[in-house]
């Protein structure tokens, strides 16, 4: 790990599907629980931002999604950003049939105990950053193939309401580090994003290029998805 960080290593996106070796076979063909957790461990002592990303394999997984997000939380001075994806029909997933938006809003809910309607409401209204670091024309993108929630906000807000489930993944939260200047190291500013790909032969690119797909920002500005700048129809290398 310090050699990666010797060489330039900044953050990790590292995948973590439950905490069921059994799952890691199905998935991957080995079981690799215990090395996901060695390299875990190993990021946050050296104190490298991660951001964790977990997909879901229908009928199999489902049940780990809350404890993956509870170790999130957790370890959210280090854990900046928590991505859900859905096996796709390609390479070993052809056979399964993906996740779409509305099936991960309705696993939300049942974790946090909400409707689905208040997850969808939060994330135009409330954030999860637009009106903050994003021009106009990205604030508040209401697109078919993802959905953002600033999560630490959504919790305090729920919380407030008096959802106790809410309450009780807040308090699971550190307080320590909310003061760094780096906010993808701050306990306190916590993405939960999802994304759902339709099959490529459906994929009508015109209207994709005219759709907000997202911006992911830096410390010190605003950078588009590749994915946003690919579909766009620049002329660009890559």
Same mark, same amino acid.
């Given at each position: 790990m310090q050699s990666l /960080?010797?060489?330039g290593l900044t953050d990790v996106h590292l995948p973590l599907y439950g905490f069921d070796d059994n799952i890691y076979e199905l998935m991957t063909g080995n079981r690799l629980l215990? +090395? *996901?957790? %060695?390299v875990l461990n190993n990021l946050i002592e050296a104190n490298v931002p991660i951001c964790l990303s977990?997909?879901?394999l229908r009928g199999q997984n489902e049940a780990e999604f809350p404890k993956v997000l509870e170790y999130a939380l957790k370890n959210a001075?280090? /854990?900046?950003?928590?991505?859900? *994806?859905?096996?796709?029909?390609?390479?070993n997933g052809n056979d399964e049939k993906p996740f779409c938006i509305g099936e991960y809003l309705d696993v939300f809910a049942q974790v946090f105990q909400v409707d689905p309607q208040e997850l969808i409401d939060f994330s135009l209204n409330e954030g999860p950053y637009y009106k903050y670091t994003f021009p106009e024309s990205y604030k508040a !993108? *209401?697109? !078919? &193939?993802?959905?953002? %929630?600033?999560? &630490? +906000?959504f919790l305090r807000h729920q919380a407030a309401k008096g959802n106790k489930r809410c309450q009780e993944l807040l308090d699971l939260v550190p307080k320590e580090g909310n003061d760094n200047p780096n906010f993808r190291?701050? !306990?306190d500013v916590f993405f939960m994003n999802c994304w759902c790909w339709g099959a490529l032969e459906s994929v009508d690119l015109m209207n994709f290029r005219n759709m907000v797909i997202g911006m992911y920002t830096y410390n010190k500005g605003e950078m588009p998805f590749l994915e946003a700048t690919l579909l766009s129809g620049l002329n660009v290398d890559v």
């Open positions: /960080i010797d060489a215990e +090395n *996901r957790m %060695l977990f997909t879901f001075g280090h /854990i900046h950003q928590f991505r859900m *994806r859905s096996v796709a029909q390609s390479g !993108p *209401r697109t !078919p &193939i993802h959905f953002e %929630l600033q999560l &630490i +906000n190291r701050r !306990p």
